[in-house]
């Protein structure tokens, strides 16, 4: 999907991603030229079938996860499928790591169905890590969660 | 108002880069399967004929003639392999690096939906359940594409793949890979399976596949017919095993000795 600036004749550049939480989508495009701006707004089934394709519009921002598609978006998944204490030592996820977790931060972590929840974690541990964050709390989670687009985690 | 450029015309670069993920997405596969000597896909085209018991029982014949052999349960919504490989529901270990596949009897790797789900439940995906056939097929895709690129196989001599009835499972696999993979086919002795089977062979075919032969199961008094030889003859293959109701491990042992 692209977008054309008809007066000008641009191709209009991807702007911004946004997640309401309601299952659509909103991105933003604007011609370099004349600085117009439009939004494409997606219902949740056009939402749905992009997820599918386990694509983001406006590109990546974290790193593919192993069975990422599969951990996020299956509902019927058993909470002892995964087991999480194959990461190496020293990564960020890890609890004797830098990093820690604040007691509000691990209960909120807590509440994610354990299906999905080894790779939030570690999502979440890397987001700080990059921007040497030495305590994830609530507050960073509301914000990697914001930044990275992290609906449905 | 003048004609406006087409899609194929804005060639500018674009934030977003969904080809660019999209060749990620297929380039993490071929990684992952570069360690794999040959992946064989299992089929038949028609329900019920054993597909799975004769997945199961073929890489424990691999598995036990010492070639390191994998099992991908590409039936997402019938699920049947790990129960045929004697595998329990262990939680899979799991790294950055990939999910660790099961180990079943005669030391077959394996993954499977039936481990990821819960016991007896569906394959059920979150979102909109209005128009959900839009974009279901879409997901089962990405799953069997994760099945394929986000297992730590490691170094395997075959990979078989348990495909479910019907063709779909079968071009998304040729999608993900890239090339059509090899095809093993399975089919009873009744002209019904044969009328079903051919046509799976025939789309194999067509899509580029090479055809490894074709195994006849459930042969015996109940099921007469010739749909093993007919489709042999029809497509220039081998029989390569006739599976009775009550196989040996030599029954087996003679089909992995084939394959």
Redesign the interface.
């Known amino acids: 999907m692209k977008f054309l600036c008809v007066d000008c004749d641009r191709q209009m550049a991807f702007e911004e991603r946004q997640l309401p939480g309601d299952g659509t989508l909103a991105a933003t495009f604007k011609c370099p030229t004349c600085g117009r701006t439009v939004a494409m707004l997606t219902n949740p089934m056009e939402t749905q079938l992009v997820s599918s394709l386990g694509v983001e519009i406006g590109g990546r921002t974290v790193p593919a996860q192993p069975l990422e598609t599969v951990r996020k978006m299956v509902a019927t998944g058993r909470e002892d499928a995964f087991d999480e204490g194959g990461e190496p030592r020293g990564h960020a996820a890890e609890p004797n790591g830098s990093l820690s977790w604040s007691p509000e931060a691990q209960e909120r972590l807590a509440r994610v169905p354990n299906f999905v929840r080894g790779m939030v974690k570690r999502i979440y541990a890397d987001y700080a890590k990059e921007r040497g964050i030495a305590q994830i709390t609530p507050a960073v989670m509301d914000t990697a969660r914001a930044e990275l687009g992290l609906e449905g985690m | 108002?003048p004609p406006?450029?087409t899609?194929h015309d804005?060639?500018?670069a674009?934030?977003?880069?969904?080809s660019e993920?999209?060749g990620?997405?297929r380039k993490?596969v071929a990684e992952r399967l570069a360690k794999v000597g040959r992946v064989i896909a299992v089929m038949s085209g028609k329900g019920g004929v054993g597909k799975s018991y004769v997945t199961a029982h073929l890489a424990r014949a691999l598995a036990r003639s010492g070639r390191a052999t994998g099992v991908l349960d590409a039936d997402l919504n019938g699920p049947t392999i790990p129960r045929l490989l004697g595998i329990d529901?262990?939680?899979?270990?799991?790294?950055?690096?990939?999910?660790?596949p099961a180990k079943g009897a005669d030391g077959v790797k394996c993954i499977s939906m039936a481990?990821?789900?819960?016991?007896g439940?569906?394959?059920?995906?979150?979102?909109?359940s209005?128009?959900s056939f839009?974009?279901?097929g879409?997901?089962e895709?990405?799953?069997l594409?994760?099945?394929l690129g986000?297992?730590a196989w490691g170094s395997l001599d075959t990979l078989l793949l348990d495909l479910p009835p019907g063709m779909q499972r079968y071009v998304e696999l040729c999608d993900i890979l890239g090339a059509p993979p090899a095809v093993l086919t399975v089919t009873i002795p009744t002209a019904e399976s044969g009328d079903a089977v051919r046509r799976a062979m025939r789309a194999a075919v067509e899509r580029g596949s090479r055809l490894l032969g074709i195994v006849e199961n459930m042969v015996g008094e109940q099921f007469p017919g010739t749909a093993g030889d007919d489709l042999a003859r029809e497509f220039a293959v081998p029989v390569l095993a006739r599976i009775p109701w009550h196989p040996t491990p030599d029954t087996w042992d003679g089909l992995g000795g084939r394959v």
């Open positions: 108002m406006i450029r899609y804005l060639t500018d674009d934030r977003s880069g969904l993920q999209i990620a997405q993490r529901h262990s939680p899979l270990p799991t790294s950055p690096n990939g999910i660790e481990m990821l789900l819960d016991d439940a569906p394959l059920a995906f979150k979102g909109p209005a128009e839009v974009w279901r879409a997901m895709a990405s799953a594409r994760e099945l986000d297992v």
